[in-house]
């Protein structure tokens, strides 16, 4: 799995090393091109994940602001609810295609 946005490939992994929660891919640490992603100053906190870290991701010197995320510490609990510890994997939202 890729996630896209234009040409550029922020992220990619196979489809078993990623995690389906509430309908997002999240891709693990390893598979996601970082030097397209800095943090946002972007605060919230699921109410059963835990606090969030949202990202922009810049390609070409465009800024897509709040387009990535993850949770660097989830509750515990929340391990129970997914199935497995999710820690660190990044999500994306809005002008990035999550493509096989």
């Known amino acids: 799995m ?3 946005l234009g040409e550029t490939i922020i992220a990619e992994a196979p489809e078993e090393d990623l995690i389906r929660i509430e309908g997002n891919w999240y891709f693990p640490p390893a598979g996601v091109a970082g030097q397209y ?3 946002s100053p972007t605060p919230y906190t699921c109410p059963w994940k835990g606090e969030c870290q949202y990202y922009t991701v810049t390609v070409d010197g465009q800024p897509y602001p709040d387009r990535a995320w993850s949770y660097p510490h989830p509750y515990p609990t929340a391990f129970d609810r997914v199935g497995k510890d999710f ?3 990044v999500a994306f939202w809005k002008d990035v295609q999550v493509v096989e």
Do not use: I, N
Request: glycine share 12%.
């Open 37 to 39: 992603l800095s943090e």
């Open 87 to 89: 820690s660190g994997y």
């Open 2 to 4: 890729k996630a896209v």
